[in-house]
């Protein structure tokens, strides 16, 4: 059996912090599902996994709606089966999402919107699948207790889980609000098989014949705690229950963050060589460059950033910690030779006190304003 693995697509993620690409990144989303689509029936998968967040929330307008359930319709195989996780969570007993969502899927997908076995015969597939969906955005308690328990009779050939949390040692979920998960608990379910979301990395980065637990990555990267090419997984499982693993490339674009300190212009000429070439035109970039520069190379910043903007999907430069380098034009600029800032400053200039005078500098400039 080969499946085709994706979660945390997020569509109708908003990106309203990215003006000017803003667009671009919420239609990138939907291309990368169809993507995933497309490489499942070019490798010929039987079975179509979303391991939770297909949707970024549970309030998303119908045309969303409608538009995941047509691009999942065109995949070829036997099953495309979809799992609320933590973002796009189902609410029982209430219509909502995953209701509208069903009306418009087709009749070979699958929501496994409970925590239960489900038997895949009927989609000529000879495997159950034990769905651990999230039915609030937060929990401390994972949904896979009940698998341990669970009847896994010789009826059928291959056991998969498929789960939605984060996982110890790999996902950063330091108050464990997110579903959290051991990959040894995971293993004492005694299924064949464990295919996860929530975590927007791939794992296991090099997957060997003993990895039984499959997180695919996000398909495409959704900011800059994501710094990573998009992707997805497929798993190809024998009658032997030994597990292939392919990782393909789904994402258009990508999200990079450079930190460093700058004491001359030049110093930011290692990052324009990488970044000013025609590779980088779906890069979105953040640099948060830190320390003093001279006056003219302050001012000459705005070319600079010029620069970055027109070779690149996106741009923003941090100067929150950057300041100009105060010397003796400085201080000629903003206050008159007479006054007592003048003097001050002078007087620090004599006794070459940088630190004293780029402090004093700074604080004056704060009271004038």
């Not at 219509?95 to 076995?117: K, M, P």
């Not at 392919?246 to 212009?265: C, M, N, P, S």
């Not at 979105?284 to 910043?301: P, V, Y």
Request: hydrophobic share 35%; net charge negative; aromatic share 10%.
């Amino acid at each position: 059996m080969k499946i085709c693995l994706t979660s945390d697509v997020h569509l109708g993620m908003k990106f309203a912090g990215y003006p000017g690409i803003q667009e671009q990144l919420v239609n990138a989303r939907f291309e990368a599902l169809r993507r995933c689509i497309e490489l499942a029936n070019q490798h010929t998968c039987d079975a179509f996994i979303i391991a939770g967040d297909l949707f970024d929330r549970v309030s998303i307008a119908k045309k969303d709606i409608q538009n995941a359930a047509r691009i999942l319709g065109e995949f070829e195989g036997k099953l495309t089966a979809v799992l609320p996780g933590n973002h796009d969570y189902v609410t029982p007993g209430q219509e909502g999402l995953w209701r509208s969502f069903q009306d418009y899927a087709g009749h070979n997908i699958l929501v496994l919107d409970e925590c239960r076995t489900y038997p895949l015969e009927h989609f000529d597939l000879d495997c159950n699948l034990y769905a651990a969906p999230c039915f609030a955005k937060h929990s401390s308690k994972n949904q896979v207790g009940w698998i341990k328990d669970a009847l896994k009779g010789d009826d059928v050939l291959w056991h998969i889980g498929v789960a939605h949390g984060s996982l110890e040692g790999l996902s950063p979920d330091f108050n464990q609000d997110y579903y959290p998960m051991h990959e040894m608990e995971l293993k004492a379910c005694g299924l064949d098989l464990w295919l996860m979301g929530h975590t927007h990395l791939p794992f296991p980065e090099k997957p060997g014949p003993k990895n039984v637990v499959f997180y695919p990555g996000t398909p495409e990267p959704d900011g800059f705690d994501c710094r990573h090419a998009g992707g997805a997984m497929i798993l190809d499982i024998d009658a032997q229950k030994h597990i292939k693993t392919t990782y393909l490339k789904t994402g258009t674009f990508l999200f990079a963050h450079e930190v460093g300190d700058v004491k001359k212009i030049e110093d930011l000429d290692p990052w324009l060589a990488t970044y000013l070439n025609t590779g980088h035109k779906n890069t979105l970039l953040k640099l948060k460059i830190k320390g003093r520069l001279k006056s003219d190379d302050f001012d000459a910043l705005p070319d600079i950033q010029q620069q970055f903007k027109s070779h690149l999907a996106y741009f923003k430069l941090d100067m929150a910690d950057l300041s100009k380098k105060i010397d003796p034009h400085e201080i000629d600029r903003h206050f008159s030779a007479t006054s007592f800032p003048h003097r001050l400053l002078s007087r620090f200039v004599e006794k070459k006190d940088h630190e004293a005078l780029q402090i004093t500098f700074e604080l004056l400039e704060e009271i004038r304003k």
